[in-house]
């Protein structure tokens, strides 16, 4: 239920980045086109984003992370899993967006121990087909709303992770 209403809750955040786009045309030919899937080797913890063009200006971004059980250094103790992540994105000029995106860490029996918030920006290469993404996390306890309530811990990001559109491989023959 709880993941229902925070998934509702970007749907129409997404739509409302549309009404104030306004979709210029010349914009569209010459700006990235971000939709579809992207990969980052982070270390211990690769990701892959894909995102979803509502309109434009925006839409909405999911998150499979992978490694790791969201315990977050102990901040989120009890965790042996994470969710993927949901979230929205819009965009503030020719390469660069900015997004946000909800993840749970939750216990044993599925039960959220955590909500993170990870916002950020994204720098898009010319090439429209790789990049560098930074932003930072937040933790919160579950039943408060991380777009109102205080964090109880953050942690800022240290070093920009570098990331690649995912393409068709028609793999080794």
Sequence with gaps: MKIRVVLSM??????????HAGDDEEKRRTWCDVGGSWYADAGSAPWIATFSETCFAGGLL?????????????FCAGSVAVSNGLGTWTRKGPNTLL?????????????VVCIWKT????????DCNSGLQSGST???????????????????????????????DPGRN
Excluded: K
């Design 138 to 168: 937040e933790l919160f306890d579950p039943g408060t709303d991380p777009f109102a309530d205080e964090p109880f811990h953050w942690f800022p990001r240290g070093e920009d992770t570098r990331f690649v559109r995912m393409t068709v």
């Design 119 to 126: 916002s950020g920006r994204i720098q898009l290469e010319p």
């Design 10 to 19: 970007f749907v129409l955040l997404a739509a409302a980045t549309c009404v």
């Design 99 to 111: 997004y946000t995106i909800i993840t749970f860490s939750l216990d044993a029996h599925g039960e």
């Design 62 to 74: 999911i998150t499979q992370w992978t490694g790791g059980n969201g315990d977050w250094f102990g």
